[in-house]
């Protein structure tokens, strides 16, 4: 069966550890979409979200592309890119207009709300000063209120007097965003959107049911962890974590004076997140190098560094998680995705730090090529394909100058798309 053009969406994860190219066919109804294809190279160049080796960027991009053409038949001249890094920062903010009456009457009565209306209130909700090099990557409506009602959703078509508009604005350094843009233009590829990874990921794992009655995505990446906390289906805070599960392995490296990739292999291999799931009586040898003496380390003694670590980095979370305000409400509790929530013991441990239901984000409704990709850390790359689907947003609007303005997207559609 011939796939139409328009039924094919590409993401490509930029991430620390990996880069992922990922080719699918997205449907509306939700459960045909189909992976066709997948393309992953090790990440070079990245660091922490943002580029330090250009030409290493461009090079794993370009593998991990031709990978997911070569898989799909599909060549690859536009998708839909991940950014995240310390740079990106989450806000609420909030705008209100009067409803101007119609021109012939003098009336005071209630007028029907308008499509610019709504436009209108976001702009002035996004109107926030901000400092040089810093923009708007996504305007994100949380719920509008006319006049004493609150909680609407789709204000077009209501009556009233007064809008207002309650938005999470999520900010990046500009010239991040600029550097990570022009190494995919330079591949020949556009750049039809750039999504926050943590939003990404959230959109592959969640059902409208849990933004509703809230949950946090924490998206354990090797760089960094993407917070994303959702209630009554919008997203109430976002945040970029500076730790992520590469601090583990270094943590391993250091504390048993071995190599990094060895450390890698012993945290995937023998590490628990919880030292009293891992056994005393379990030992590994390790690495010998140069002659020196052989070495034996308890799975619980690796597990007791990792333990701590972990406990770290879920309090940094908690804390992130606490300034969305609604911490009583988030019934669905806390999904960990990223290959970080591949460690072992994870969940119990986050449970009982939480005090919180905690499962492993997959992503859902997908069939195709899903066993190459079904694992956490392939989350964002497979929620970019679903972007432009599910929720249509202001991508960087007022950057229609620059090269990053090819990701602009019509205020109507994302006003329209949050809440469907
Ligand atoms: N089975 C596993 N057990 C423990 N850790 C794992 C496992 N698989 C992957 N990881 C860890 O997950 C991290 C990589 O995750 P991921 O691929 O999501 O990162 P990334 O997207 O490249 O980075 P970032 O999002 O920070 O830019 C690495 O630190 C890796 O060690
Ligand atoms: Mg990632």
Not at 17 to 35: D, G, H, P, V, Y
Not at 77 to 105: E, F, Y
Not at 386 to 396: E, G, L, P
Request: proline content about 2%; hydrophobic content about 40%; some cysteine.
């Amino acid at each position: 069966m011939k796939i139409s053009d328009k039924d094919i969406e590409i993401g490509i994860d930029i991430g620390t550890s990996k880069t992922c190219c990922l080719i699918a066919e997205i449907k509306s109804e939700e459960e045909s979409n189909k992976i066709l294809g997948v393309g992953n190279a090790p990440s070079q160049g990245i660091k922490k979200g943002s580029i330090i080796h250009r030409d290493k960027v461009m090079e794993s991009i370009e593998i991990a592309v031709r990978e997911a053409e070569l898989m799909s038949g599909i060549k690859v001249n536009r998708a839909t890119v991940s950014i995240s890094g310390n740079h990106i920062r989450g806000i609420n903010t909030q705008g209100a207009i009067a409803i101007q009456k119609a021109a012939s009457s003098n009336v005071p009565m209630e007028q029907e709300i308008t499509q610019s209306d709504v436009s209108r209130v976001l702009e002035l909700a996004k109107a926030v000063s901000l400092p040089i090099d810093r923009e708007i990557l996504h305007i994100l409506p949380q719920e509008y209120l006319i006049d004493t009602m609150d909680s609407i959703k789709d204000p077009v078509g209501m009556s009233g007097r007064r809008l207002e508009a309650k938005v999470h604005l999520i900010t990046m350094a500009a010239t991040t965003a600029k550097n990570l843009v022009n190494c995919v233009h330079e591949l020949a590829i556009d750049v039809e959107g750039l999504v926050f990874q943590g939003l990404a990921s959230s959109i592959a794992t969640l059902d409208s049911d849990e933004k509703d009655m809230g949950v946090a995505v924490i998206d354990i990446g090797a760089g960094t962890t993407d917070v994303t906390v959702f209630y009554d289906g919008g997203i109430r805070h976002s945040a970029v974590v500076d730790v992520g599960a590469n601090t583990v392995t270094n943590d391993i490296a250091v504390m048993l004076q071995i190599g990094m990739d060895d450390a890698e292999q012993i945290k995937m291999k023998y590490a628990s997140a919880k030292a009293s799931m891992s056994s005393t009586e379990l030992e590994f040898d390790l690495p010998v190098k140069n002659g020196g003496i052989a070495r034996k380390v308890s799975e619980h003694e690796l597990s007791r560094y990792v333990e701590a670590r972990m406990i770290e980095l879920i309090q940094l979370v908690g804390r992130e998680i606490s300034r969305a305000g609604i911490n009583e409400q988030l019934t669905y509790g806390v999904v960990l995705t990223g290959g970080g929530a591949m460690l072992r013991n994870l969940v119990p441990l986050a449970q009982e730090k939480f005090n919180l239901p905690v499962r492993i984000g997959q992503h859902k409704n997908f069939s195709g090529a899903v066993d190459i990709a079904s694992t956490a850390d392939f989350t964002a790359a497979i929620g970019l394909t679903q972007w432009n689907s599910v929720t249509r947003d202001m991508v960087m609007k007022d950057m229609t100058v620059t090269p990053i303005g090819k990701a602009v997207t019509n205020i109507k559609d994302w006003v329209r798309g949050l809440f469907t």
